[in-house]
């Protein structure tokens, strides 16, 4: 309960909630007070965005109360807890693609005339003052089809407000995909919602975004409560291992303090992308853990993807893996060449989850475990047996199915589907968007290990103590240029927002 | 270093305009250019084509598939497909005209017959793809052969002779009003509404909302069975207008009229703009995409082409425009992403 005598906003009371056997939220309750900003954390899976569903109108609860203000609020769709000010925007923001800015603000519920009708330009004028106030540079007559994942979450917020000043507002990792800049932003904007006396329900893994700017943190594990105190009387390690149900020592691993010098894998001399990025030039080694920094937009999977053939923009420069110039690179080539590149929208691209582990993971290796064009079935399982024990995918066995998978895991069976090939560089951009603690930790690890074993990493991140904890070397990339290129020793989480955002502009 | 040199050097001036993306979005101005170019195509062929007369048997042969094309665009905005449409303007027609035969002295307001039975078979439709959630493809197919056979069950081999019915349907129908041939008035002014009601009605914005991104909608609290059965509902309903306008054009009221009616449709609609992914183009396009594909027809006939000529062009028609269809979409998504990253520098 919270210390003050107030009712609180939202008291959750022995919420329960199973999907088939998987029980998802166990006798949760809490209370969120009004005016103030309270954390909700736990690991993928621990039953956070159920909570979310379930208040919010999406999911009815198996069993247990949610009273708001006081009062049993039970409502039967997100569009009722919206018109009772409750709200919740997402990371991955649900648009109409092929609507413009106002339309998707005000779907739903759009202005009307007496006549019944859609009243367009007062839509256009709410939605365009509404951008406003969120500092947003959008137009409301833009098409939504395109804008980045941060512009789109302007609309969400937008969305939120549209009925009007939101009593209760849940943020379920609004900051995963944004750029430093624009998480400052948003943070001013959630201040100055919850001065003006709403509840903010803030849904995070990113730990260090919470410092200073969280009231309370409620810590949800395996779908139960596990605690709900004030901020300012837990330490960071304490909140982890309660996430976790252990003490983790170390949110980063350690790379070796230097790679052992081997011969160039990648090398890039003077790639330009007009309009997208310019005069990019750098160089891999075998061994050595590349991250390269920057803000969102700044042109640095661009890059990635015009190493790999995929940009669809007219680039000119010169790709030269392991001594070998492509002049024209495609990705079948550079697979052939043994570059690899795992791009942000995992599951877009990277998975077919209806199917076993086994059949992921070998399926970009099939020639290796083939004769005369047949899959030969032992290799195959031993393909698969091998690369399952050596990322520790969890899981029953290689015959499992994808979908039965946590988010981690699922990674981890991306990452092995390449791993199969024996690939020589390794792109990874954003490799631990959306993944809990534990398994983020392990994914660093993972990537220390493989440049251990002679491979050329590159690590694409927006997540800045993860560029500085896994890299040997950092590029900071701002506005399609590499503005600066650091070692290790010598960067710091100022030095290189300086360089991202271009010095002066955001004190350091 | 400044950042004012590196912007200007990183945009250079291809920074692409507002009114590309609009204009490639909005494909309106694209099915018009294309009529245009079939005109001076089939004029510089054909001597007779491009004559007030020619034109005017073209603008009343393609007004009742405008009024179908509006209503299967209204599905296809769902990402949807009404196969089911040949049958029901048959189905529609022979009952409907039925029973205008049988009540002569009801007067014209008889023709709302056809079109409560069409609307009555959109509402079967709609109810087997909003709610029951069969695809619609195979769920329209099977309303197709069942709406075709109840017009021949209940037809029993007889006809409808247009002489048997009252006066008001021939002369409404095939009749002038200022000098001007009522059905192409009926087809612009059938376009224009559904056109206004699409873009104004809430039901209209829902339509768009449900066929760009259904689990969206669903999320956002739009009931998509509803909209879908509503759009279904609405599609049967022009179609029973166009069963009693095909009705009244021919001679004899027949089970087995507007056969392979949902083909020629589809390419109107797919010509008009009408993205075959759902959520984009627009009933006014489609109808355009009508009149383009009637135009081509009557082309092909004035040069001397055959039957089979004929059929080939129809399903090239249709694939070239879903080709086109895709490579706009992708150059749109392309010209709109360009634009993001020159305005976030």
Redesign the interface.
Known sequence: MPPDATTPRLSVVGVSKHFGGVRALTDVGFAVAPGAVHALLGENGAGKSTLVKIVTGVQPPDSGQILLDGQPARFASPVAARAAGVVAVYQDPKLFPHLDVAENVFVGMYPQTRLGLVARRRMYARAQSLLDTLDAHLDARQPVLGLSIGEAQYIEFARAMAAGEPRLLFLDEPTAALTPAETERLFRLVTRMKDRGAAIVFISHRLEDLRGFVDTVTVLRDGRHVLTRPAATLSESEIVSSMVGRAVDQLYATPPSSPVAREERLRVEGLTAPGVFNDVSFSVAGGEILGVAGLVGAGRSEIAQAIMGLLREPTSGVVTVAGVKVPRPSPRRMQELGVVYLPEDRDGVGLVVSQSIETNLTIAALKQISRFGLIRRRPERRLAERLMGELSIKAGGVGDAVATLSGGNRQKVVLGKWLATTPRVLILDEPTHGVDVGAKAQVHRMIAELAAAGLAVVVISSDLPEVLGVSHRILVVREGRIVASVDRAEASESGIMAAATGAGRIAA | ?T?TP??A????D??PS?FR?AAL?NRVLGVLAFLVVLFVFFGALAPNFANFDNINTIALNASILVVVACAEATVVLTRNYDLSVGSVVALASYVGFDVIRLHPGAGPILAAVPMALGALCGAVNGALVGYSGVPSVIATLGTMSIFRGLAYVYAAGRQIDLKDLPDWVDKGVNGHVLGLAVLPLIAVVVAALAGFLL????L???I??V???P???A????NAPSVVFRAYVLCGLLTGLAAFLFGARVTYVVPYLAQGLELTVLAAVVIGGV?VLG??GNVVGAAIGAVAITAIDNGLVLIGASDFARQFMQGAAIVAAVVVDAFVQRR???I??????????
């Open positions: 270093m950042a590196v912007k050097a990183v945009l250079g291809s920074r507002r993306v979005q873009r104004y009605l809430p209209g914005r829902q768009y909302a066929g760009s991104n689990q969206a909608a999320f956002y609290g739009l993205s959520g984009s749109v998504g392309e709109v992403r360009a634009m993001q990253r020159a305005g976030r520098r």
